[in-house]
């Protein structure tokens, strides 16, 4: 049998070899680490959200004065202990009533590669097909691979529907300095449940049954553990695990079929930050955060840190962001100006994965001033400049409306954010200290204006082409220069 309350199945990172601890350890301090190790980063990132997630359901805080000395101190081990006796017969991962699935679901395939979102399932052709086979995992791969699917479930399909975030938003988690500490900073307390009006969690609501509800009717505890999917986990014999490689006895998923659905309302994920309609006439008051697939993960950091923002009845904006109710509360409630934002987002296109975004930044976040719309400039300043450069481009090639050249433009895209992140940063950190931006808009220019020369360099070879190319770029920097004209262009510019 395996707990996941009482067994080993948290990777932790000691002196850069793998160990894995039990969540009880965890809890009383007796193992920690500075973070986790797993080959995987998605699974690095189930399992925090995972240790969130229970640590939410059987501890949570009464307020932030408690929640401060949960961070900073274990908890005793005869009270956790008693906790866990109360309820570890829910939290079996193999038996009659296991953890997060259905022991009765029918069928007999082995469906551990649905796991994996990146994984290919279901096609025969040579050049897809995956390296191996994912037919068994460890203990440990198999429930960090189940709670990734229900919190990550894309639409899948007719009747499949998708967690209770809808299409798998923006993630974001707090990390603080240890494993411990990191998961108890992405629990709310008690007071601050009540103050966003999470409806009340019915009885053991980690159990979920099979069911429809209206999100905004689905309590905090529900929402963490919320089942799109069903599936039972059978052990298939010892072997390498398809996950991290560690031999020993295996689990297979089987009859990986639709569960529960979302029918309306919105559950507000205390670890994704969301917008806010603001208009009294809105179809949806909201609406999940996510990042398009062109642009990287930075460009969305105003979303993501809204914790300083405009009054709803005095803004000109359709919407509002806030940040992740966890962020929120380590940012306005304790009082902390620096955080480490782990962040993973999956980019899907209708029901296919097409990609996984996982990164993490150091950031200092500055309050007392509009802070959100000071880095929502800095990077709509960069997506304008971007603008102006790819249209360039496309009338370098072609003097028709729609132009030509649009075979290139995802490379000049790629590059340009690529170039442009060092200086998004520079600029960041001058914020909080009232910094002039001119040097970072004259960096756009620059690197535009570079990308364009790189771009068009063969083309003004051909005799046919160099007016248009000698017109695009003067029509770039004209439109460069009218939208930043407090910028004095620099030396190379023009």
Not at 239 to 249: E, L, Q, R, Y
């Amino acid at each position: 049998m395996f707990n996941v309350l009482t067994h080993p199945w948290v990777p932790l990172d000691v002196g850069g070899t793998t160990k894995l601890a039990a969540y009880a350890d965890i809890l009383c301090g007796e193992s920690d680490s500075d973070d986790l190790r797993h080959p995987r980063d998605d699974l690095r990132f189930f399992a925090r959200m995972l240790l969130s997630a229970l640590t939410q359901a059987l501890f949570p805080a009464r307020d932030t004065t408690e929640l401060q000395r949960r961070i900073d101190e274990p908890l005793p081990r005869q009270r956790v202990e008693k906790r866990i006796q109360e309820v570890s017969c829910d939290f079996e991962l193999i038996g009659d009533n296991p953890f997060m699935q259905d022991a009765g679901t029918a069928g007999e395939k082995n469906c551990t590669g649905q796991l994996f979102f990146d994984i290919p399932v279901g096609t025969k052709h040579v050049l897809f097909r995956p390296v191996g086979v994912a037919d068994g995992l460890c203990p440990s791969c198999a429930l960090l691979a189940m709670y990734g699917l229900q919190a990550f479930a894309t639409q899948g399909g007719r009747g499949y529907s998708p967690g209770v975030r809808g299409a798998p938003p923006v993630t974001t988690l707090v990390r603080v300095g240890s494993v411990r500490k990191s998961m108890w900073a992405n629990t709310l307390s008690c007071a601050k449940m009540e103050a966003l009006g999470y409806p009340a969690d019915e009885k053991q609501p980690w159990c979920s049954a099979r069911h429809e509800q209206s999100g905004d009717t689905v309590g905090l505890v529900q929402g963490l553990f919320w089942q799109p999917r069903s599936l039972v986990f059978h052990e298939v014999g010892e072997g390498h695990c398809a996950s991290c490689g560690h031999v020993g006895s295996r689990l297979a998923a089987f009859s990986i079929a639709k569960k529960s659905k979302v029918t309306g309302g919105f559950f507000r994920h205390p670890f994704s930050p969301a917008f806010e309609a603001t208009g009294a006439t809105a179809k949806q008051p909201w609406s999940p955060v996510h990042v398009p697939a062109n642009r990287p993960i930075w460009t969305g950091l105003a979303d993501m840190l809204a914790v300083v923002r405009a009054d709803a009845a005095t803004t000109s904006s359709k919407s509002i962001s806030h940040a992740a109710p966890v962020v929120e509360q380590w940012v306005s409630d304790l009082g902390y100006r620096r955080a480490s934002l782990a962040i993973l987002e999956y980019h899907s296109k209708k029901t296919k994965i097409c990609g996984r975004v996982s990164e993490e930044y150091e950031l200092s976040i500055q309050l007392g001033r509009d802070f959100e719309s000071e880095v929502r400039f800095l990077v709509d300043a960069a997506q304008d400049v971007l603008g102006c450069m790819l249209k360039a481009l496309r009338e370098a090639y072609s003097n028709r409306k729609r132009g030509n050249g649009g075979f290139f433009q995802e490379d000049a895209r790629a590059e340009f954010w690529r170039a442009t992140e060092p200086s998004f940063w520079a600029a960041f950190l001058r914020i909080g200290d009232g910094g002039e931006v001119d040097e970072y808009l004259r960096g756009l220019r620059l690197v535009a204006l570079a990308l364009f020369d790189l771009h068009t360099g063969t083309s003004s070879l051909d005799n046919s082409k160099q007016a248009l190319v000698a017109q695009a770029r003067r029509r770039l920097c004209r439109h460069l220069y009218k939208r930043f004209a407090p910028v004095a262009p620099c030396r190379g510019e023009s």
